[in-house]
């Protein structure tokens, strides 16, 4: 079965983060724990956590996505950002339980320089510090452009990552469309040679959730800006393919692309008419 959403602004809370995703015909979605430039996340609120759990139950809603903000950089060279790291993802993954059983996502970081080798270690060393043994929620690297010093637009970075990590029962990988392409894996071409590599280099039963996005920049251009689907360089017959793939067509699918609540809406109606029941 689809599973479909798109970002979802969290400001009003779970339940009314719910109700949209019901209203354009999603039956997923991701949303930022915090403003995604940091600061303090609101309280949560026990009597919107239950409204939005019996939510869920009632209309099938599953597969949330809480994004980390863009500024969480796990492997900065001042230690004062990593400090932020480390606050922010213990403080969101304590609220993930919540909503158990769902995923928290984030970007690798950026290692400023330090080398890729030492940008690893930092963040194996930030997740082996927030997370722990007996938590409900996965935590998913994201696939990253290869912009400036990101971590993670290499499927062996990741691997490193979870590699270097205590609590790999617990990680996963979330393939950003946008993101691969511009770091140079061929998902026009070659989709089924990129998820072969996938699974060949970090296997595919660590991949819970796509970011599905065209992409405004040619393919390996390095460049991470998201294009509504079909209006990129990756293209409507890509997505197509991509939605219906064995290997990926039960994951749920994010759309992150530059879009209203209405162009979200056309977007999930479109996916729904390319996937194949
Ligand atoms: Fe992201
Ligand atoms: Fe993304
Ligand atoms: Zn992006």
Redesign the pocket.
């Known amino acids: 079965m689809l599973r479909i959403g798109c970002h979802l602004s969290s400001s009003g809370g779970f339940t009314a983060m719910g109700k949209t995703a019901l209203s354009i015909g999603a039956n997923t979605f991701q949303f930022f724990t915090r403003n995604p430039r940091g600061g303090a996340a609101k309280a949560i609120s026990q009597k919107d956590v239950d409204e939005f759990l019996n939510l869920c139950r009632d209309c099938d809603i599953t597969n949330i996505l809480a994004h980390a903000p863009y500024t969480l950089n796990a492997c900065a060279a001042k230690e004062s950002v990593r400090e932020f790291a480390f606050n922010t993802m213990a403080d969101d993954l304590k609220r993930m339980e919540y909503v158990p059983g769902n995923m928290y996502n984030f970007h690798p970081g950026s290692h400023v320089g330090q080398g890729i080798e030492t940008g690893i270690k930092m963040i194996a060393e930030v997740l082996n510090t927030v997370m722990w043994e007996d938590m409900n929620t996965t935590v998913l690297l994201e696939t990253m ?1 290869g912009k400036g010093s990101e971590v993670g637009s290499r499927f062996e970075e990741i691997r490193d990552i979870i590699a270097a990590a205590k609590y790999q029962d617990k990680l996963g990988v979330c393939l ?1 469309t ?2 691969v392409y511009d770091a140079g894996y061929d998902i026009v071409n070659d989709l089924d040679g990129v998820l072969d590599s996938f699974d060949r280099v970090i296997g595919l039963d660590r991949l819970y959730a796509v ?1 599905l ?1 065209d992409s405004k920049n040619p393919y390996s251009s390095h460049k ?3 294009e509504v689907l079909g209006g990129g360089f990756i293209g409507k017959d890509a997505v197509e393919r991509i939605v219906n793939h064995p290997k990926l067509r039960t994951l749920p699918f994010l759309l ?1 692309t530059p879009n209203e609540l209405e162009g979200y809406a056309r977007e999930i109606e479109l996916i729904k008419t390319l996937y194949r029941e």
């Open positions: 452009a950003d946008c993101h970011h996005n991470d800006r998201h992150e």
